[in-house]
T-cell receptor, first 109, second 115 residues
């Protein structure tokens, strides 16, 4: 399975944008890039996914490098409720997902 | 729809006892997944079902673990002869199957503590 590399932790100030990086240098052409987040004491929740083009939804934006070896999840205005562990996952099937340790985001008021 | 539910939310058991967890997926979802998560780590895949068929099992799923989804709706995960190393959060997720686009919806998890 192609692996992802994320920083262990990041900090942000409330109401400022946050850019969460993910490196996936061994990504294959059929791998989709998915992001999930896990709030404290909850199961993970879907955030966004993409293949080649940048994607936007109500929660976040996903910027994918042209060579697809890295991507960035963008939270446009961080709130205290965005404090969570964010996971970047590569999927080429609809079977299981392989989570890494993710990035723990701390949002300071 | 109330989402994915899991029962119980917490379970404390003594080493050597058997435990069973239940997961109720979102009703129209035909895929159901089990994961295990230990402190500070991301969830680890255990097994998944397409309707009632168990299609894949991780090497993490030892012989003491068994999962069922008898009618393609709810699922149970049983751990026999529990060990302290089984202490973890057990997460269930469901999704529509058939494409990599479909997101997985996770339940709140069952936290198991083996004493």
């Amino acid at each position: 399975d192609a692996k992802t590399t994320q920083p262990n932790s990041m900090e942000s100030n409330e109401e400022e944008p946050v850019h969460l990086p993910c490196n996936h240098s061994t990504i294959s052409g059929t791998d989709y890039i998915h992001w999930y987040r896990q709030l404290p004491s909850q199961g993970p929740e879907y955030v966004i996914h993409g293949l080649t083009s940048n994607v936007n939804n109500r929660m976040a934006s996903l910027a994918i490098a042209e060579d697809r070896k890295s991507s960035t999840l963008i939270l446009h205005r961080a709130t205290l409720r965005d404090a969570a562990v964010y996971y970047c996952i590569l999927r080429d099937t609809d079977n299981d997902m392989r989570f890494g340790a993710g990035t723990r985001l701390t949002v300071k008021p | 729809d109330t989402g994915v539910s899991q029962d119980p939310r917490h379970k404390i058991t003594k080493r050597g006892q058997n435990v069973t967890f239940r997961c109720d997926p979102i009703s129209e979802h035909n895929r159901l997944y089990w994961y295990r998560q230990t402190l500070g780590q991301g969830p680890e895949f255990l097994t998944y079902f397409q309707n009632e068929a168990q299609l894949e099992k991780s090497r993490l799923l030892s012989d003491r673990f068994s999962a069922e989804r008898p009618k393609g709706s709810f699922s149970t995960l049983e751990i026999q002869r529990t060990e302290q190393g089984d202490s973890a959060m057990y997460l269930c997720a469901s999704s529509l199957g058939g494409t990599v686009y479909y997101e997985q919806y996770f339940g709140p998890g069952t936290r198991l503590t083996v004493t």
